[in-house]
Each structure stands twice: as C-alpha cells, then as structure tokens.
T-cell receptor, first 113, second 113 residues
C-alpha cells in the first residue's frame, strides 16, 4: 500500500462547478498535511495547509480526518485557471531534522468552458 | 528573481556517463532536498541536507550522491547514469522543518539514453 493515495483522475468539470478530491495516508504518526498544486511541467507550489479543524482560503476548503487518515480538498466555483494536478502531501520529520514529505501521485483537474 | 534555481534545466546523456545537477538558493535556507518525479509515482526523496556538509539518504538514494559545501549550493551526482534515472529532478529548500515554507526549483529534466 502506498503511503499516500489519491485518485489520479482526470476530473473534467465545467467552469463554475464544485469539485472534491480525497486522499488517504497510511502513517498514523504523520504530523502535518498539505495540498500542493502542480501545473504541467512546472514545480509543485504550496496551495494550503490542512488542519483538523478545517480551513478555508477563498474558494478552497481543506479538511483532515485523523481518525480515518483522510484528507480532502474542495474547490468551489471552479475556474479555468484551476486546471492543474493537485498533490496531497503528508509531512513527518527526517533524522537530521527537516521535512520528510511524502507525496501522493496527484489528482488531475481539467476545468472546461 | 527566483529564490532557487536549478541547472541544467534539460540534459540528455548516455548510459554510464557521470552527471551533476546543481541547485542554488539565495534564501539562506538551512534545509535542501533533491526529489525525482516519475509517472505513476509521487515525488520521491533522493537525498537531503540539514546544513553545510550534513547530508542523509532519502528513500531512493541508490546510484546518487550529494554534496553541500556552501549553504546556497546542493549538488546531485549520478556517478554512472542508467536509463532508470531518466526523470525530472526537483530541488527544494526550506528554512525550518515546516513544509509550508518549502520552495521548489523549476526542475531538471534528465534523459539517459
């Protein structure tokens, strides 16, 4: 079983739609959680952190369920510019300090006119 | 101006040749990382550094070595490149152990023939 699992998609949605992505992780000791966005042939960029209480940033809402080891991302009112791959990222700690980021393979979103 | 740059951005080489990828950051970040990204896999950690001359292995370190002689530079070396090392390589840096401050370079696309 992969440490972080995501549905690869693609999710093809019309502009204005609401779309949700899910992610599960296997290491119950994981400390923090993130969603990154990656455009085609570009580097990953942090979209938002994910907290147990849930957090919102504009049209984006992230949720964490530690008991079920499950992370979600909800995008409301999808824009064409939201088309990208969304990476679920789970963070532990490396031996020397620093981040042990474990990445999911990503979920591809295509927003269409 | 990009805070983290990678060079070369693209390279084609032959099996058995040595290859060095360079990562340069101007953020004075303590932590630096090398990842590879392949279809069907998330980004996977190759090696990381938690200070000058302090490095350690990640999950896919076989066939790779690294060096960090200055805070700003982190080199990844393939001593004898193989076709299985054809990939996109991303460098990242962070000032602390929080993944929400991790910055990625634009990536280096390596093809080993």
């Amino acid at each position: 079983r992969k440490e972080v699992e995501q549905d690869p998609g693609p999710f093809n949605v019309p502009e204005g739609a609401t779309v949700a992505f899910n992610c599960t992780y296997s290491n119950s000791a994981s400390q923090s959680f993130f969603w990154y966005r990656q455009d085609c042939r570009k580097e990953p960029k942090l979209l938002m952190s994910v907290y147990s209480s849930g957090n919102e940033d504009g049209r984006f809402t992230a949720q964490l369920n530690r008991a079920s080891q499950y992370i979600s991302l909800l995008i409301r009112d999808s824009k064409l510019s939201d088309s990208a791959t969304y990476l679920c990222v789970v963070n532990g700690v490396l031996t020397g300090g620093g981040n042990k980021l474990t990445f999911g393979t990503g979920t591809q979103l295509k927003v269409e006119l | 101006d990009a805070g983290i740059t990678q060079s070369p951005r693209h390279k084609v080489t032959e099996t058995g040749t040595p290859v060095t990828l360079r990562c340069h950051q101007t953020e004075n970040h303590r932590y630096m990382y090398w990842y590879r990204q392949d279809p069907g896999h998330g980004l996977r950690l190759i090696h990381y550094s938690y200070g000058v001359k302090d490095t350690d292995k990640g999950e896919v370190s076989d066939g790779y070595s690294v060096s960090r002689s200055k805070t700003e530079d982190f080199l990844l070396t393939l001593e004898s490149a193989t076709s299985s090392q054809t990939s996109v390589y991303f460098c990242a840096s962070g000032r602390s152990s929080g993944a929400n401050v991790l910055t990625f370079g634009a990536g280096s696309r390596l093809t080993v023939l």
